[in-house]
Structure formats: structure tokens, C-alpha cells
């Protein structure tokens, strides 16, 4: 596809147009799945910017964006599984990864909600599980929100399966979303 380039995020632009990604995946995705109030309140386009800009400062993880000319139109956070409490994804939250120590995962993933249906998913997860490999990485993965059918179709049909991992996700107002890990070998 012409015009498309990958874009390893830096700068404060490139985290705010990851950030404003993933809002309006949120939105578009989790009506009903996750408090309207947090998607309201919470899920601000710059909300992740803090967090993006943390790891590119610590190397704890990158930050990838697919850019259409000069729109970004798709982002992904990969890097080193999670292992252990993960309070910045939500309060409570302790992620076991037994069984898949030395593996990578991709963090977040999403499409511009208005460039879905393009290819530009398939091509920024063929790029991230590349990177993951050539860093050395036997496998690779991924949560996706239970009721996400999808994403959870997406990820299957880049070789991923779910390995019968349930991660529950604390919300807000006494609520629980379900994630399933994905995994898959690199």
C-alpha cells in the first residue's frame, strides 16, 4: 500500500496520536463492556499520553505507529510480558504470566476507528511481531476483552489462540471485565 509508513513514537505529537487512537477505540469498542462514566470521564484522548512518554523515556516498552502520509491511521505498545500488579491499566489488576517468562506481548493494539477494513491492523501486527522476534522473543501475547469478538477474531486469524486464561479487569462502580490471553510462537 503506498503512502503507508511505520513511525517507532517519540515525540509528544506521536504519543498524543497514539493516545487519541486508543480513546476512540475505547469508545467505539466498550459501550456496555466498560462504566460509561470511566469512557467518559476517564478515557480522554490524552490519557495515555503519560504513560507512552514513561516508556519511551524507561525503553519499558514501544510505541509503533502506521502512518497514511501524514495520518496516523494505527498504533500498537509491544514489549516484555507483564508479570505482577499492573496498576496503570487498573487499580487491583496482577497479571500471572507462569509459563510464559521471556515471552513478549503486545500491550495494546488499535485501529483508527474510521480506518478499519483497510489492511492497516494486519499490517502494523505483521511489523510488531517482526520486531518482537528480531528482539529475540519466542512468542508473543495478548489480551482482548472477552465480549471483543472482533479483535479476538483478528488475533486468531494472525495465528494466535486463546490458552484458556481468564484475567479479570477491575472497574469502577463494583464492575469486572473478562480478558482471555492470547498467545502465540514467534
Not at 493516545?19 to 462504566?35: D, E
Not at 469502577?172 to 502465540?184: I, Q, S, W
Request: with cysteine; proline share 6%; glycine share 10%.
Amino acid at each position: 500500500m503506498e503512502g503507508l509508513r511505520f513511525v517507532d513514537a517519540a515525540t509528544e505529537e506521536q504519543f498524543r496520536a497514539m493516545s487519541a487512537i486508543h480513546a476512540r477505540g475505547w469508545r467505539k469498542t466498550y459501550p456496555g463492556h466498560v462504566p460509561d462514566d470511566y469512557l467518559r470521564d476517564v478515557i480522554t484522548e490524552d490519557h495515555w499520553v503519560p504513560y507512552f512518554r514513561q516508556d519511551y523515556e524507561t525503553g519499558r516498552c514501544h510505541g509503533l505507529l502506521l502512518y497514511r502520509a501524514e495520518t496516523p491511521v494505527a498504533c500498537c505498545n509491544y514489549g516484555p510480558i507483564r508479570s505482577g500488579p499492573s496498576p496503570r491499566q487498573s487499580e487491583g489488576l496482577v497479571i500471572d504470566a507462569a509459563g510464559y517468562e521471556g515471552w513478549g506481548e503486545l500491550i495494546s493494539f488499535y485501529t483508527e476507528p474510521s480506518e478499519t477494513g483497510r489492511g492497516y491492523g494486519s499490517l502494523l501486527m505483521t511489523e510488531a511481531l517482526a520486531r518482537l522476534k528480531r528482539a529475540g522473543y519466542p512468542g508473543c501475547a495478548v489480551f482482548v476483552l472477552r465480549e471483543n469478538d472482533g479483535a479476538r477474531r483478528f488475533y486468531a486469524r494472525h495465528g494466535f489462540a486463546w490458552d484458556g486464561t481468564h484475567q479479570d479487569i477491575p472497574f469502577p462502580h463494583d464492575m469486572t471485565c473478562v480478558d482471555l490471553r492470547y498467545v502465540r510462537t514467534l
